[in-house]
């Protein structure tokens, strides 16, 4: 298998994954609570694939890092930060950064914001309780199919 890899039990009804990123991609975290931001941080970098190299504790204070310099591969975002929202800062990111993948995070699952998110252009919502493990397959997801249109190819994403 050229783009998928076998995980877990490698029997009969084993599920495909899709294959680590081949280099670090780089992730900015939004979110107001510090120590969640570091925890989440650590667990993703120990996948060895994602570098979390930028934190922010506002949507605003993001989209001001996206006017200096080009975005990261990856934003995860909370999606009821003060001041400007998760939900809200969505289409901002997509328009100052198109190829960036973004995730919302939230405590709590509401299906509308869930829509609305994903309306704005996100590539999903997770529940911060949810394992970072099923981020970091999402975003290897997001990551090859973005490589995949840049490339013309067409390679499928199963999960």
Known sequence: MTDETLSGNQ???AKLAPAPVRHPARVWLVDDQ???RESYAKALESAHEFKCDRQFNSA???LAALQMTSGP???LLESGLPGMSGIAAVKAIKSC???TVVFLLSAYTSYRQMAEALD???SGYFRKNDP???VVVAMRV???GREAQSDGARRPNVI
């Open 120 to 122: 704005g252009g996100a």
């Open 60 to 62: 605003e204070e993001l």
């Open 11 to 13: 029997g009969a009804g």
């Open 97 to 99: 950064s198109p190829a």
């Open 73 to 75: 591969d990856v934003v």
């Open 34 to 36: 510090q120590i969640f």
């Open 132 to 134: 970072p493990e099923a």
């Open 142 to 144: 997001a990551l090859r």
